[in-house]
């Protein structure tokens, strides 16, 4: 388990994080910076939903100042590391058997709203989940507005991160759980999957859904009945339904 607290200076060391998989609560950008490894940046900021903001310099040599009161080399960016820790997937997968429980993991197909991944980050740690799973890239990132939304619940459950999804399904599948999508993509509801046994429950994102290739390594689809003129629900009540039938089904099997 890895936990980060502190802050990263330069363009390139910043660079380096993101695309190392490094979880960036914020980047700080000097006004009007410019040059090829700045432009860099900024695609990747945009690339990984990444909170950033343009401030003066003398905002950057306040967030760079040590406690020697020496300003390290910022070159114009400054970036604040997330505090949420996240757990590697096989050691995961390990402790959860260990507990001679029926597992129970949320796989987030690249959510990019932080506001619902911290609610569903939420609904998952009120309803028993063992472990949530998000994509390196692509996904919202579990910063301060995250944990916020997530009550706290961001501390208490365990996050792991993938390269892709696809890389955790088939470790999932390994031990034999059952990946069951929540699609309208099928005449099924959630109500006619089977909750009791070992699931991994996986939910897309807000705008495309779950992508083609995670779904058809799903082995459930099971959509939301909706009796509305709206066509869909916000993915963090879609996620909440999904985990309450569990629940429901779970309570009456002990």
Not at 32 to 50: F, P, Q, R, V, Y
Not at 135 to 156: C, L, M, Q, R
């Amino acid at each position: 388990m890895e936990k980060n607290t502190s802050k990263i200076f330069g363009l390139r060391a910043i660079i380096e994080a993101i695309n190392s998989g490094q979880e960036i609560e914020k980047v700080y950008l000097q006004k009007e910076l410019k040059g090829e490894l700045a432009g860099t940046l900024n695609h990747l900021i945009k690339e990984n939903n990444i909170s950033s903001s343009y401030v003066p310099i003398e905002k950057l040599n306040k967030l760079s100042k040590s406690d020697k009161n020496l300003n390290q080399n910022h070159q114009g960016a400054v970036a604040k590391i997330s505090s949420i820790s996240f757990t590697n997937i096989e050691e995961l997968i390990e402790k959860v058997l260990d507990k001679n429980k029926i597992p129970l993991f949320l796989l987030l197909d690249q959510i990019s709203d932080v506001r619902n991944l911290g609610a569903i980050i939420r609904t998952a740690e009120c309803t028993g989940v063992d472990g949530i799973i998000i994509p390196t890239h692509g996904s919202a990132p579990v910063n301060s507005e995250a944990i916020k939304t997530s009550a706290g619940a961001a501390f208490n459950i365990p996050i792991c991160k993938v390269n892709h999804i696809l890389d955790a399904i088939y470790q999932l599948k390994a031990i034999e759980l059952q990946i069951v999508a929540i699609t309208e993509k099928t005449n099924n509801t959630v109500y006619d999957i089977d909750f009791s046994k070992p699931t991994a429950l996986i939910l897309g994102s807000e705008h495309k859904g779950i992508s083609s290739s995670v779904l058809k390594n799903s082995d459930v689809k099971g959509k939301l009945p909706l009796l509305g003129t709206i066509e869909s629900l916000n993915v963090s009540v879609a996620c909440g339904v999904a985990l309450y039938e569990s629940v429901r089904q779970r309570m009456n099997q002990s």
